[in-house]
């Protein structure tokens, strides 16, 4: 691990105006957590035309040596991402560290000129959102929340279908994610080196509770809420991105959420069924299932009801479905206890006032399917538009607010679960109502 011992720029340095880029200017990445989500998505990252990583940094010797192993030995490598922060050669910064650290490395990456992307949940609790929302504002960078679905093609499909009327007058949205295996139950391995000494684990604890040193949690840190969010900030939070982005919602007004810890009794604090349903202003209702025992295979999906058909986004397909079934016209008729002559003489009636629609038959479903090419990956979309925002100045789509928007959401399941209550959010101000 080389130290970095020239300090070109003063640690946090005040925000200067971005100038704006040129399309083809190249831009060097640091990444700031180089575990599972981060080594996955600095593969994408660099396959964007002109992007370049200089610099890792994470708390694990081994995941150290793996990016160098990745990406060459002239890859600066630091346990202390503030090295990365004080190099004048960073342009951005990917956050993928564990939850607790979101709002701390962000808002100094800002601080210190760079541009974010900063995994989901963008939030551990609810006093992150505005500090970060706020911090992006005043230093003037784009951050970019890692909720990759907001940058798919099927979503962006399903958006388009939806205001062009394809299911009618929209009422409600049924979610899951649900998982069905020890690995998708955040049981990840641990590393047979794992020790005091090749861990930094006060710097892995941050503000999180000081405790002795524990590769359980360092490495499956999910399972317990102290840097983790849950189920809900782990996959809900997904649910929600996609939800807002394809309805254009703020959010929710109310939550209420129940769930338990029903298998995966090992000593986690986080629950693994969670169930949650919300109020939508737009005149919707959202449930969202999180089932980490769920008897099958790991499912991912969307239901969008209106009153005029559904549409079906499945995760494993990567497909959005319309199928089109407007109201009956008529009314019908529910007559078959009444006398013979009073029944004949109903109908008659009736298909005087409403003739037969379709006499040869039902009206055939009208089903359309939209389903992205193979090999298609919307993490790599996700990168091109924040490299895009990066270039143009412009914030792009999933920003601090829609992050805080989702992510915050996410949160209210938690806290309704936990607090055995109703929980009420204006969603435009991004807070909760009641306590
Ligand atoms: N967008 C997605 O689909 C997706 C998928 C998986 C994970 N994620 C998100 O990515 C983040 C990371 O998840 P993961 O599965 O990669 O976890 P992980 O445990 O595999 O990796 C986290 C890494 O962060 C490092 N770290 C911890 N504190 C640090 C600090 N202060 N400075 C530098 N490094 C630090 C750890 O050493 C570890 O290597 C989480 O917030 C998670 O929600 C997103």
Redesign the pocket.
């Known amino acids: 691990m080389a130290a970095f011992a020239t300090r070109l720029q003063p640690l946090f340095a005040q925000a200067q105006t971005p100038a704006r880029r040129s399309p083809n200017d190249n831009i060097n990445l640091a990444l700031?957590?180089?575990?599972?989500?981060?080594?996955?998505?600095t593969r994408w990252a660099v396959q964007v035309p002109g992007v370049k990583l200089v610099a890792v940094?994470?708390?694990?010797n081994g995941?150290l040596v793996h990016s160098k192993e990745l990406w060459g030995n002239d890859l600066f490598t630091t346990?202390?991402?503030r090295e990365i922060l004080a190099r004048p050669d960073v342009d951005a910064v990917l956050i993928?560290?564990?939850?607790h650290?979101?709002k701390t490395?962000a808002i100094d990456a800002m601080r210190a000129g760079k541009d974010v992307y900063l995994?989901?949940?963008m939030i551990h609790i609810h006093a992150d959102g505005p500090e970060i929302i706020e911090a992006a504002r005043a230093t003037n960078r784009i951050l970019q929340v890692?909720?990759?679905r907001v940058s798919s093609i099927v979503y962006a499909k399903a958006k388009e279908l939806l205001a062009s009327g394809a299911i009618g007058k929209l009422n409600m949205v049924s979610a899951r994610w649900d998982r069905n295996s020890s690995q998708g139950a955040w049981n990840?391995t641990v590393p047979l080196d794992a020790s005091p000494e090749t861990?930094?684990w006060p710097?892995?604890l941050?503000s999180a509770p000081k405790i002795p040193f524990s590769a359980e949690r360092?490495?499956q840190?999910?399972k317990w809420k102290d840097y983790?969010s849950g189920v809900a900030?782990?996959l809900f939070v997904?649910l929600f991105s996609g939800t807002h982005f394809i309805t254009g919602s703020n959010g929710p007004t109310r939550a209420m959420a129940t769930g338990g810890l029903r298998y995966w009794k090992d000593g986690r604090d986080a629950n693994d069924v969670l169930l949650a349903l919300l109020d939508y202003p737009e005149g919707f209702n959202l449930s969202l299932r999180v089932n980490f025992v769920d008897g099958g295979e790991e499912s991912e999906g969307f239901l969008f009801t209106g009153s005029e058909g559904q549409m079906e986004i499945v995760g494993k397909t990567n497909s959005v479905t319309v199928t089109r079934v407007p109201l009956a016209k008529e009314p019908g008729y529910s007559i078959g206890t009444f006398t013979n002559a009073m029944q004949a003489q109903t109908l008659a009636e009736y298909r005087k006032k409403y003739p037969v629609e379709h006499p040869s038959g039902p009206p055939p479903q009208n089903v359309e399917t939209f389903a992205a090419p193979a090999g298609y990956s919307d993490?790599f979309d996700h990168f091109t538009n924040f490299f895009a925002s990066v270039r143009s100045r412009k914030q792009p789509v999933e920003d601090a607010t829609f992050g805080f928007r989702a992510a915050g959401a996410a949160l209210l399941a938690n806290m309704s679960a936990e607090r055995d209550s109703i929980i009420h959010w204006d969603p435009k101000l991004m807070k909760i109502v009641n306590t």
């Open positions: 700031i957590g180089a575990g599972g989500q981060g080594q996955s998505d940094a994470d708390c694990y995941r346990r202390d991402y993928a560290t564990p939850d650290w979101h490395a995994e989901k949940p890692g909720s990759q990840y861990c930094d710097r892995f941050g360092f490495f840190w999910r983790g900030g782990d997904h993490s």
